[in-house]
């Protein structure tokens, strides 16, 4: 009777990887597999898949990583479990939707091809990719991509190369995958420079089988003979790979011949003394090479890196390299200040790139050493907050910004004068507001006027529209540039009109002036107009100082006493009262407040400055009562005026700005403004207290088309 045929996935399940496959993975596959159309393109997709199973299976990937590396290399597979992955397998939905989030790298490698900050797209990568367990699934499809590539057409093969060259060795020698970062880097190598590749290969002596079976037999000797001295350590070695030999030789500008250190063994001790004794025995064991010793303890290198090394003639004649170190010396050679990567590539200065660097490599080798692999995982979520994002020109260039950028710390991290003549901008081909938060892997366009025209609110940090210091500094050094009288008017104009919105044009400044260490008003006017204090900063200065003083209106202040945390006033002296807010002025939170004792309504609470107060108390002094805010929350109502240009869609951007700043919309009303094309409209909001209505205004007036907002 004839056997079954195999399928692909007896073939899949077959090899080593599937051994980490828990039951549930393995029947998410079974059931992918069952409900998938017939895909021919599975079967010539088979090999490369083989490949990159085995690869990961070297790196003893777990179980989820193997399932989405199948799912995605078999769309059909995928498209058939897509319904439910994420709630079922959230990890394995994770990790295939970072492989499809890294076609958006490969892609802009390709349209600059291979040209440009090839850093800033291997920042990007692992900016989008939520899961960093994806980075082996790729390094092992590439791996498997470039030792099927020999029989591809030159220029794919050419283009493989240049991606395998730019982005996944570089990647793999981070994160210390050895295993995979060699091949990959040789093959990349063999693949650009053909002629070169032959020429270091034929300069050999033996193959890299042949040098790995050396190295084994003298790591033994080396081991059999520190043991004789007492001294308890490990070994291990590797073969100089040809890639690496040919990077050194032109690094250096030496010939092949002056190269000792084709092969390479590391001795790992537990103290400074027994890396010397070790020495010892290297030198006893072997003739060591004249001048080929450098003492890296005594002398550590600028990055902090420590080591012995040493250069001896081995077994067979032939020369050989070893280093010897602690184990904390080479944790933090691997993972710390003088890792092996930042001195080689010239990497560094990025500190949540390090942190993702260093924990991928801490989980990958938590898994290999059979640690605590779900805790790292955890602890990876909370501890890498990412704190830059990567975003894209029109042309495909990779521009580095902090977390909650906008479009305009685009335009100033690209040239100063593109900052100052910004206009608008284009998100993925989107225009959106220059305050909007751009993401990693935004592609941004900049639309600029003919002339540098910034503008003063963009300095105000409750507006939202830089968030880098250096975007902030290039706009505050354009206005200090100005003549004192422009900086005096725009800053008069610009606290005139924060004070009217919010009723306390007629405050006394002084205390404004003494918390902000300005001789004048005039100097307090030039402060607010270079951005050095924002006009919401003032007002705030001039509440505080009302509401630490009684209202110049009130009676005697009698003795204080708490307030009562179940209420939302505290009628200083009275107890058990019924409070209102005043419908004339409606007070909120924060603001300088006093009460009327009314004849029927109990007390009436007014804004200090209300002049409907100021009549009542100018003929029955006697009823002002000093009023304090408690200590309970709460939505208060406010009515605002918004004028401005009468203009499409001007209601619906509105509206959703006040959804963003949490605030409620109660009612709206409009007529025509002052003319044709104009509008007015009234709004009543509630909000939780003046601190929120002062920076919902100034997000109001940032409106394209809005000239004022303020408090009725």
């Given at each position: 009777m004839a056997s079954a045929q195999r399928t692909p996935l007896d073939t899949l399940l077959a090899l080593p990887a599937a051994a980490a496959l828990t039951p549930p993975l393995h029947g998410l596959l079974e059931t992918a597999a069952a409900k998938a159309v017939a895909d021919p393109g599975l079967d010539q997709a088979l090999p490369l898949l083989v490949e990159t199973l085995r690869a990961l299976a070297l790196l003893q990937a777990d179980g989820e990583v193997v399932t989405a590396?199948?799912?995605?290399?078999?769309?059909?597979?995928?498209?058939?479990?897509?319904?439910?992955?994420?709630?079922?397998?959230?990890?394995?939905?994770?990790?295939?939707?970072?492989?499809?989030?890294?076609?958006?790298?490969?892609?802009?490698?390709?349209?600059?091809?291979?040209?440009?900050?090839?850093?800033?797209?291997?920042?990007?990568?692992?900016?989008?990719?939520?899961?960093?367990?994806?980075?082996?699934?790729?390094?092992?499809?590439?791996?498997?991509?470039?030792?099927?590539?020999?029989?591809?057409?030159?220029?794919?093969?050419?283009?493989?190369?240049?991606?395998?060259?730019?982005?996944?060795?570089?990647?793999?020698?981070?994160?210390?995958?050895?295993?995979?970062?060699?091949?990959?880097?040789?093959?990349?190598?063999?693949?650009?420079?053909?002629?070169?590749?032959?020429?270091?290969?034929?300069?050999?002596?033996?193959?890299?089988?042949?040098?790995?079976?050396?190295?084994?037999?003298?790591?033994?000797?080396?081991?059999?003979?520190?043991?004789?001295?007492?001294?308890?350590?490990?070994?291990?070695?590797?073969?100089?790979?040809?890639?690496?030999?040919?990077?050194?030789?032109?690094?250096?500008?030496?010939?092949?011949?002056?190269?000792?250190?084709?092969?390479?063994?590391?001795?790992?001790?537990?103290?400074?003394?027994?890396?010397?004794?070790?020495?010892?025995?290297?030198?006893?064991?072997?003739?060591?090479?004249?001048?080929?010793?450098?003492?890296y303890i005594a002398r550590p290198k600028r990055n902090d890196y420590r080591s012995l090394h040493t250069a001896v003639i081995g077994p067979e004649g032939k020369t050989l390299e070893v280093q010897i170190r602690t184990f904390d010396m080479h944790e933090q050679a691997e993972l710390g200040v003088a890792a092996h990567w930042r001195y080689k590539e010239g990497g560094g200065g990025d500190a949540a790139l390090e942190r993702k660097i260093e924990w991928m490599r801490r989980l990958l080798e938590a898994h290999q050493d059979g640690g605590d692999e779900a805790a790292l995982a955890g602890a990876l979520d909370t501890e890498l907050v990412e704190d830059r994002i990567y975003t894209l020109t029109p042309r495909g260039e990779v521009i580095d910004l902090p977390r909650d950028a906008t479009p305009l710390d685009f335009a100033y991290h690209?040239?100063?004068?593109?900052?100052?003549?910004?206009?608008?901008?284009?998100?993925?081909?989107?225009?959106?507001?220059?305050?909007?938060?751009?993401?990693?892997?935004?592609?941004?366009?900049?639309?600029?006027?003919?002339?540098?025209?910034?503008?003063?609110?963009?300095?105000?940090?409750?507006?939202?529209?830089?968030?880098?210091?250096?975007?902030?500094?290039?706009?505050?050094?354009?206005f200090h540039k100005l003549d004192r009288d422009r900086n005096l008017q725009d800053g008069r104009d610009m606290l005139d009109r924060e004070l009217k919105r919010l009723g306390l044009q007629h405050a006394d400044p002084t205390p404004a002036l003494r918390k902000f260490n300005a001789a004048g008003l005039d100097d307090l006017y030039v402060l607010v107009a270079l951005g050095d204090v924002g006009p919401h900063q003032v007002t705030r200065a001039l509440l505080e100082h009302e509401q630490a003083e009684p209202p110049a209106i009130s009676a005697p202040r009698a003795p204080r006493r708490p307030p009562k945390p179940s209420s939302a006033f505290s009628v200083v002296g009275v107890d058990n009262l019924l409070v209102q807010i005043a419908r004339c002025c409606r007070p909120l939170p924060g603001e300088a407040i006093a009460g009327?004792?009314?004849?029927?309504?109990?007390?009436?609470?007014?804004?200090?400055?209300?002049?409907?107060?100021?009549?009542?108390?100018?003929?029955?002094?006697?009823?002002?009562?000093?009023?304090?805010?408690?200590?309970?929350?709460?939505?208060?109502?406010?009515?605002?005026?918004?004028?401005?240009?009468?203009?499409?869609?001007?209601?619906?951007?509105?509206?959703?700005?006040?959804?963003?700043?949490?605030?409620?919309?109660?009612?709206?009303?409009?007529?025509?403004?002052?003319?044709?094309?104009?509008?007015?409209?009234?709004?009543?909001?509630?909000?939780?207290?003046?601190?929120?209505?002062?920076r919902l205004l100034g997000r109001i007036e940032g409106i394209a088309g809005v000239e004022r907002a303020y408090r009725e």
């Open positions: 590396a199948i799912l995605h290399a078999a769309p059909t597979w995928g498209a058939a479990v897509e319904d439910g992955l994420a709630r079922r397998h959230p990890g394995v939905a994770m990790l295939v939707d970072g492989q499809r989030a890294a076609q958006q790298v490969w892609a802009l490698h390709a349209e600059r091809d291979g040209e440009g900050n090839q850093e800033g797209l291997r920042r990007l990568l692992l900016a989008i990719v939520r899961d960093l367990r994806v980075v082996p699934i790729l390094l092992a499809r590439q791996l498997a991509w470039m030792r099927a590539a020999a029989t591809a057409p030159d220029d794919e093969r050419r283009a493989l190369a240049r991606l395998t060259r730019d982005i996944h060795a570089p990647l793999a020698n981070r994160l210390g995958i050895w295993q995979l970062k060699w091949e990959l880097e040789d093959l990349a190598f063999r693949y650009l420079e053909p002629d070169t590749y032959r020429r270091i290969a034929g300069l050999l002596d033996d193959k890299r089988t042949g040098r790995e079976r050396y190295i084994e037999a003298l790591g033994r000797d080396l081991e059999e003979a520190l043991a004789a001295q007492g001294v308890r350590g490990e070994v291990a070695g590797r073969p100089k790979h040809l890639y690496s030999i040919w990077k050194k030789m032109q690094r250096k500008g030496i010939p092949f011949g002056e190269l000792y250190d084709l092969r390479a063994v590391r001795v790992l001790v537990h103290d400074i003394p027994a890396c010397y004794a070790a020495l010892g025995v290297v030198h006893a064991l072997w003739t060591p090479v004249p001048s080929e010793f450098d003492d690209v040239h100063t004068m593109v900052g100052h003549r910004c206009r608008g901008a284009k998100v993925n081909g989107r225009i959106v507001p220059l305050d909007h938060r751009l993401r990693s892997g935004d592609r941004v366009e900049i639309l600029t006027g003919k002339t540098a025209e910034p503008r003063r609110d963009w300095l105000l940090a409750a507006n939202g529209y830089l968030a880098s210091g250096r975007s902030r500094d290039k706009v505050r050094a354009w009327y004792l009314t004849r029927s309504r109990g007390v009436s609470v007014h804004r200090a400055d209300c002049p409907a107060l100021q009549r009542l108390a100018a003929r029955q002094p006697q009823r002002v009562l000093p009023v304090e805010w408690g200590r309970s929350g709460g939505a208060h109502d406010a009515d605002v005026t918004v004028e401005g240009v009468d203009r499409k869609h001007l209601l619906k951007d509105l509206t959703n700005l006040i959804a963003q700043e949490d605030a409620h919309v109660l009612g709206i009303s409009s007529d025509g403004g002052r003319g044709l094309g104009r509008t007015r409209l009234r709004l009543q909001l509630r909000v939780r207290d003046f601190g929120q209505l002062s």
